[in-house]
């Protein structure tokens, strides 16, 4: 596997017809690409917005890095990939705990990446659909933290 910047980000609202069955939240991974899909009704626009526009700060300042192997499963891994490598997932909190105006807020430290999410923007089977992807991805070392 070859470490590559992350050259495109992009989180999409979708008619859920665009998406698997059933599904609130779906994953287009190619090298040095993501596009995640969410249904319609399961994330508001305006957190759609803010969340496209931190995830553009940290992959312009390559603060993430993509692991890729085109041979591999990206959603079922080989077994001897490492585990535990960091820690990412996505949070509800309450609006006051919230910066003023926004919808979500990272919250990055050593080996582990937190998005907080205001109550009410993203439902909780998108929040567990993709915390399923990050757990994946990042847990097993397909997304690395670089320092800058």
Same mark, same amino acid.
């Given at each position: +596997? ?39 009704? %399961? ?11 931190? %995830? ?5 300042? +390559? +603060? ?85």
């Amino acid at each position: +596997m070859s470490l590559v910047p992350i050259e495109r980000f992009l989180y999409e609202i979708r008619p859920a017809k665009d998406l698997p069955p059933g599904k609130a939240y779906h994953l287009i991974e190619r090298e040095g690409e993501l596009i995640g899909w969410f249904a319609e009704g %399961h994330l508001s626009e305006l957190c759609c917005e803010q969340l496209n526009a931190f %995830h553009a700060e940290f992959f312009n300042q +390559m +603060m993430w890095l993509q692991n890729w192997d085109p041979e591999i499963d990206r959603l079922r891994p080989p077994d001897d990939l490492p585990t535990g490598v960091a820690e990412a997932r996505y949070v509800f909190v309450t609006e006051e705990a919230m910066p003023r105006g926004r919808t979500c807020n990272p919250v990055e430290a050593e080996r582990e990446f937190i998005w907080q999410i205001r109550d009410g923007e993203m439902s909780e089977q998108a929040r567990q659909e993709l915390n399923a992807y990050l757990e994946i991805l990042i847990g097993r070392g397909l997304f690395v933290q670089q320092k800058p």
